[in-house]
Antibody, heavy 120, light 108 residues
Framework: QVQLVQSGAEVKKPGASVRVSCKASGYTFTSYAVHWVRQAPGQRLEWMGW????????KYSQKFQGRVTITRDTSAGTAYMELSSLRSEDTAVYYC?????????????WGQGTTVTVSS | SYVLTQPPSVSVAPGKTARITCGGNNIGSKSVHWFHQKPGQAPVLVIYYESGRPSAIPERFSGSNSGNTATLTISRVEAGDEADYYCQVWDSANDHWVFGGGTKLTVL
């Protein structure tokens, strides 16, 4: 069964960093790029960036450039998203999603989401 | 940055046809994906590249795209179709994915 399983909820103080993991199973991890998308309460989905799991190349949204780092561990089949200098506006559900070339780069498999709460 | 505009809500009776629009400047020149999202769940891809359907998605779902508007059409709407629907395109000028604001589909 193809799935992405994310790490659990996090509560962080302003200024701190958070790292969310996304473990793939049921397919060849390095054959599909992984994207990170977040959704603040009542807001639209917001793309943060992606990683080519084969060669490790990354691309970030300009909005998060300098604060977000996406990495992967191919031996563990896991992608990671780290967001630094957290502020209250970063409170959101963070999703990882697989990009499927067969679906013209549509994101066909999503993790269950990780709630990150930033509060003093 | 490229902006996608969706109506906040659409209501439809069971068995009827729902049409959800996604407006953007010359969106007809872009490839559009559509997702649905139910409360507390992750998004699900329902239409890719304007009109393609992943294998698990019923034929009742279809898409079109022309000019400044892309449209998701759901035929013979069922209660289980009630969800938020989002469109998505690649903004090549800024090198990033953009989502619409979402449309809440209510089945009356």
């Amino acid at each position: 069964q193809v799935q992405l399983v994310q790490s659990g909820a996090e509560v962080k103080k302003p200024g701190a960093s958070v790292r969310v993991s996304c473990k793939a199973s049921g397919y060849t991890f390095t054959s599909y790029a992984v994207h990170w998308v977040r959704q603040a309460p009542g807001q639209r989905l917001e793309w943060m960036g992606w990683i080519n799991t084969g060669d490790g190349n990354t691309k970030y949204s300009q909005k998060f450039q300098g604060r977000v780092t996406i990495t992967r561990d191919t031996s563990a089949g896991t992608a990671y998203m780290e967001l630094s200098s957290l502020r209250s506006e970063d409170t959101a559900v963070y999703y990882c999603a697989r990009e499927a070339p067969v679906y013209k780069n549509g994101m066909d498999v999503w993790g269950q989401g990780t709630t990150v709460t930033v509060s003093s | 940055s490229y902006v996608l505009t969706q109506p906040p809500s659409v209501s439809v009776a069971p068995g009827k046809t729902a049409r959800i629009t996604c407006g953007g400047n010359n969106i007809g020149s872009k490839s559009v994906h559509w997702f649905h999202q139910k409360p507390g769940q992750a998004p699900v891809l329902v239409i890719y590249y304007e009109s393609g359907r992943p294998s698990a998605i019923p034929e009742r779902f279809s898409g079109s795209n022309s000019g400044n508007t892309a449209t998701l059409t759901i035929s013979r709407v069922e209660a289980g179709d009630e969800a938020d629907y989002y469109c998505q395109v690649w903004d090549s000028a800024n090198d990033h994915w953009v989502f619409g604001g979402g449309t809440k589909l209510t089945v009356l």
